[in-house]
């Protein structure tokens, strides 16, 4: 089993900083955000050298419709043509998958906005067909709906897929938004085969916007892992943690070595009961 570290989780490293830091912390992948790259040739050499093999990608503009946070075009076909770019683009780092979301309606007509998601969702998947790319869409927190997202439920997320007609289109399985949707080990267990990679964190008691390391929270993470790894899961464990900006007790206020350091302890304390060990 593979133990990874999402980019996002040190926002303020750069991508070499991120290969040296994550290698040395011990994992043995890394989800890769285009936002953080430049250099491809360079990039790819730096993962040779680093042992690293890439899990799951986030692409620049991550949604076909706009979301309110994350920055990108408002054109709709701008944002499709450059989903289908990315997924050519990251292609060249042979990843587990490249995510997408479908953003939310926003002040469009609920019918309107999925009739123009399928139809990104449809491009966007032969692109990574021609690729040679396993797409996932992610489904999305319901607190979250307004901001990011049409499908908040692995079912929701299963029926846009299969209006769009895309039974080769797979599921994002992030477990902080999804630890609290109805009866979410079944439908993760059903389903495991749909499922692209999964993302890794824990809820904060309190509420907190930001996210905790796996174990340290109220979502359940070794639950919901056992039930994976149970249903025969045998991708990576991607860590993604979202801190808070301007807060210097923050998650993302640690040093790049330090923040994976700390998560590698997390994850590896909670994946290897369970048959992840390297």
Known sequence: ???SLSEISTVGAS?????????????????????????????????RDSGLRVTNCVPTVPS?????????????????????????????????????????????????????VIDGLQRIAAAAADAGVRLGLEPIHESQRDQLTLVTTIPETLELLDEAGLPTVGIMADLWHLWDTPEVERHLVENIDRITGVHVADWYADGRSERALPGQGIARPEELMDALAGAGWAGAWDVEIFGEPEDPESFWALPVGEAARRAYGAIDTLARPRGAGR
């Open 1 to 3: 089993m593979t133990l």
């Open 15 to 47: 991508f070499g900083e991120d290969v040296a830091a994550y290698a040395a912390a011990g994992f043995d992948g890394i989800g890769v955000w285009e936002m953080k790259l430049g250099d491809d040739d360079g990039h790819l050499e730096a993962l």
């Open 64 to 116: 076909i419709l706009p979301n309110a946070v994350i920055e990108g075009p408002e054109d709709v076909e701008e944002r499709i043509l450059a989903l289908c770019a990315s997924v050519r683009r990251l292609a060249r780092f042979q990843p587990g998958c490249v995510l997408c979301l479908t953003g939310p309606a926003g002040e469009r007509a609920e019918a309107e906005a999925r009739r123009l």
